[in-house]
């Protein structure tokens, strides 16, 4: 009797012990199970849900509803939170300088290098911004006679034609194809120079086939910046989730760029040698920040540096595309780590603006009086952009307003701060890591939130705020407008706008951004109306950088 009892007893003392350790442990002694969980599951069996969630693209959508559900603080995985506030909230971890999550670098490297966006740490990051900061603020990008020099080129020579000669044949026009060409066109020519820079305005082969190579990609992100390891695991195993056309697509943009590198340090070599240099041709953004990080590695080779301590699976270690010859060596990767900065200001800047400028126009293609009430308001600008030029006028006649008079339009303002609100580029996570100080750290009304926690907050939730926002999914420019909003109310809602990010790690192109779609949507509504053609798929699809589903849409421009 006593022998078959020890068994039976052991068995039970078994499943306490696991019951203790996978169900009571999990539920009540968890430092996170304080916070009201996303999903019952998610004390449970951990990351599953959410991961699930983020494979089949609904993370915007879960999260939102959480936060409807359970407030603004939520446990979104076993040491995952979601943050939808701004005190105690995105001023704490973004503000306060909380560290990235291996998460950015895990999705955003190229050439097998960290840029500064990617950077996990602030001392690296800061260190590499110091040297481009400058070029990038908004006294330097409204002032710039390189900026001026290209606008000009730009509107002039490609944009404005264009669109003109859309509106005399009356053809449907897909803008958001076209919004990626006219920004691309727009950020590399301030990056490279307009001479190394792109045309994809006029080159549509060359749009095309870079375009594919940049998009294709989007399906098979989510393995590289949620889990890696299956991504390298299946591959060993010849069974691979990601297909090989993801890493040909990396590396034939990788090089790419690449080319448009070595054409501005071609362009640099020669300078001396050009009589009357175009202003437009300075390679701004790319030779602030080479010369910027060869004197930074001169004084210190391990400045800007991402710390040898983080173990990361990278996108690719390639460096074949890299400068032969030049500032590298065996043990360096100086010519890699800036080639990967450029290409990523490059992507996200032409992105980003493509995708505003897309919703933009549909929103203002149905509401033909406030395109009506916006011309009006354009119209005051000296000069107007007036195209065609009149009859006996050159294009060396043509001249845009100054930027500073364009930021200045307060209609003009609102439509851009309510589609950047409504239709945030970027409206998904932006990871961070708590820090480990005594006694915790509080978000929200939850104190105690220990170490290592990955925590994040998104524009998606931050702007849907309906007390700060009232109808916040109606689109509505005038609530950015004095007379029709208190100046508290302004003060609320600017404090709320998360578009951009905030803290020392917020957007760094964010005055150029701004700059080109206003000084865009200034000349277009300046001469045209916009009409919807066909919006079938307009709705935008749930991930970090949005866009529309059916990846374009189509407008009809008519000249007024």
């Given at each position: 009797m006593a022998g078959s009892t020890i068994p039976v007893l052991a068995f039970s003392v078994l499943v306490l012990l696991a019951g203790y350790k996978f169900i009571y442990a999990p539920l009540f002694q968890h430092p996170l199970s304080h916070i009201p969980s996303a999903h019952w599951s998610i004390p449970i069996f951990?990351?599953?849900?959410?991961?699930?969630?983020?494979?089949?693209?609904?993370?915007?959508?879960?999260?939102?509803?959480?936060?409807?559900?359970?407030?603004?603080?939520?446990?979104?995985?076993?040491?995952?939170?979601?943050?939808?506030?701004?005190d105690n909230g995105i001023r704490t971890i973004y503000a306060g300088g909380w560290e990235k999550h291996a998460w950015y670098p895990q999705r955003f490297a190229s050439y097998g290098v960290m840029n500064m966006f990617s950077t996990i740490h602030h001392l690296p990051h800061s260190q590499k911004k110091r040297t481009i900061a400058n070029v990038y603020s908004k006294s330097y990008i409204a002032s710039s006679p390189q900026v001026a020099a290209n606008s000009h080129v730009l509107f002039s020579q490609r944009f404005l034609p264009l669109l003109d000669q859309y509106s005399k044949t009356g053809e449907a026009v897909d803008v958001h194809d076209l919004n990626n060409a006219m920004a691309m066109d727009f950020m590399s020519a301030f990056q490279f120079g307009l001479s190394s820079s792109t045309n994809f305005t006029q080159d549509v082969a060359k749009r095309k086939e870079i375009m594919h190579h940049y998009h294709c990609r989007r399906e098979f992100e989510f393995f590289s910046a949620e889990l890696p390891w299956v991504k390298t695991l299946t591959k060993r195993l010849g069974i691979p989730v990601v297909p090989d056309f993801f890493d040909v697509a990396n590396l034939t943009i990788e090089d790419w760029n690449a080319d448009m590198c070595r054409s501005a340090d071609d362009y640099v070599a020669k300078q001396g040698s050009i009589a009357s240099p175009f202003p437009g041709d300075e390679p701004v953004v790319y030779n602030q920040f080479k010369s910027g990080m060869l004197k930074l590695r001169a004084k210190d080779g391990a400045a800007g540096k991402a710390l040898?301590?983080?173990?990361?699976?990278?996108?690719?270690?390639?460096?074949?595309?890299?400068?032969?010859?030049g500032v590298d060596n065996a043990d360096d990767t100086t010519t890699a780590e800036i080639y990967s900065d450029m290409l990523d200001q490059l992507g996200a800047g032409h992105e980003t603006s493509a995708i505003a400028l897309t919703y933009l126009?549909?929103?203002?293609?149905?509401?033909?009086?406030?395109?009506?009430?916006?011309?009006?308001?354009?119209?005051?600008?000296?000069?107007?952009?007036?195209?065609?030029?009149?009859?006996?006028?050159?294009?060396?006649?043509?001249?845009?307003?100054?930027?500073?008079?364009?930021?200045?339009?307060?209609?003009?303002?609102?439509?851009?701060?309510?589609?950047?609100r409504l239709h945030t580029p970027i409206p998904g996570i932006e990871p961070r890591i708590s820090p480990y100080i005594a006694g915790g750290s509080t978000l929200g009304e939850y104190s105690n939130i220990p170490g290592g926690v990955r925590v994040s907050a998104m524009p998606y939730t931050l702007h849907r705020n309906e007390e700060v926002?009232?109808?916040?999914?109606?689109?509505?420019?005038?609530?950015w407008l004095p007379e029709h909003t208190s100046e508290e109310q302004l003060k609320e809602m600017n404090r709320w706008f998360w578009a951009f990010g905030s803290g020392g790690r917020m957007c760094i192109g964010s005055h150029l951004a701004t700059q080109e779609i206003k000084l865009l949507v200034a000349a277009i509504y300046s001469n045209w109306t916009t009409e919807v053609i066909d919006d079938e798929g307009i709705e935008e699809i749930d991930a970090y950088t949005t866009r529309p589903k059916s990846n374009r849409l189509m407008l009809r421009f008519a000249h007024v």
């Amino acid at each position: 009797m006593a022998g078959s009892t020890i068994p039976v007893l052991a068995f039970s003392v078994l499943v306490l012990l696991a019951g203790y350790k996978f169900i009571y442990a999990p539920l009540f002694q968890h430092p996170l199970s304080h916070i009201p969980s996303a999903h019952w599951s998610i004390p449970i069996f951990g990351d599953v849900w959410i991961t699930w969630q983020r494979y089949k693209e609904r993370n915007n959508a879960v999260t939102f509803a959480a936060h409807r559900k359970h407030g603004s603080v939520v446990r979104m995985a076993a040491n995952e939170l979601a943050v939808d506030c701004v005190d105690n909230g995105i001023r704490t971890i973004y503000a306060g300088g909380w560290e990235k999550h291996a998460w950015y670098p895990q999705r955003f490297a190229s050439y097998g290098v960290m840029n500064m966006f990617s950077t996990i740490h602030h001392l690296p990051h800061s260190q590499k911004k110091r040297t481009i900061a400058n070029v990038y603020s908004k006294s330097y990008i409204a002032s710039s006679p390189q900026v001026a020099a290209n606008s000009h080129v730009l509107f002039s020579q490609r944009f404005l034609p264009l669109l003109d000669q859309y509106s005399k044949t009356g053809e449907a026009v897909d803008v958001h194809d076209l919004n990626n060409a006219m920004a691309m066109d727009f950020m590399s020519a301030f990056q490279f120079g307009l001479s190394s820079s792109t045309n994809f305005t006029q080159d549509v082969a060359k749009r095309k086939e870079i375009m594919h190579h940049y998009h294709c990609r989007r399906e098979f992100e989510f393995f590289s910046a949620e889990l890696p390891w299956v991504k390298t695991l299946t591959k060993r195993l010849g069974i691979p989730v990601v297909p090989d056309f993801f890493d040909v697509a990396n590396l034939t943009i990788e090089d790419w760029n690449a080319d448009m590198c070595r054409s501005a340090d071609d362009y640099v070599a020669k300078q001396g040698s050009i009589a009357s240099p175009f202003p437009g041709d300075e390679p701004v953004v790319y030779n602030q920040f080479k010369s910027g990080m060869l004197k930074l590695r001169a004084k210190d080779g391990a400045a800007g540096k991402a710390l040898s301590s983080e173990q990361l699976i990278l996108p690719t270690t390639r460096h074949d595309a890299l400068d032969k010859g030049g500032v590298d060596n065996a043990d360096d990767t100086t010519t890699a780590e800036i080639y990967s900065d450029m290409l990523d200001q490059l992507g996200a800047g032409h992105e980003t603006s493509a995708i505003a400028l897309t919703y933009l126009y549909w929103e203002m293609s149905q509401r033909p009086e406030l395109m009506k009430a916006l011309r009006k308001e354009l119209l005051t600008l000296t000069p107007p952009i007036q195209w065609p030029l009149p009859t006996g006028f050159d294009l060396k006649d043509f001249n845009l307003p100054n930027p500073k008079q364009i930021d200045a339009l307060p209609l003009l303002n609102a439509i851009v701060m309510e589609t950047l609100r409504l239709h945030t580029p970027i409206p998904g996570i932006e990871p961070r890591i708590s820090p480990y100080i005594a006694g915790g750290s509080t978000l929200g009304e939850y104190s105690n939130i220990p170490g290592g926690v990955r925590v994040s907050a998104m524009p998606y939730t931050l702007h849907r705020n309906e007390e700060v926002f009232p109808q916040p999914n109606s689109f509505n420019p005038s609530r950015w407008l004095p007379e029709h909003t208190s100046e508290e109310q302004l003060k609320e809602m600017n404090r709320w706008f998360w578009a951009f990010g905030s803290g020392g790690r917020m957007c760094i192109g964010s005055h150029l951004a701004t700059q080109e779609i206003k000084l865009l949507v200034a000349a277009i509504y300046s001469n045209w109306t916009t009409e919807v053609i066909d919006d079938e798929g307009i709705e935008e699809i749930d991930a970090y950088t949005t866009r529309p589903k059916s990846n374009r849409l189509m407008l009809r421009f008519a000249h007024v």
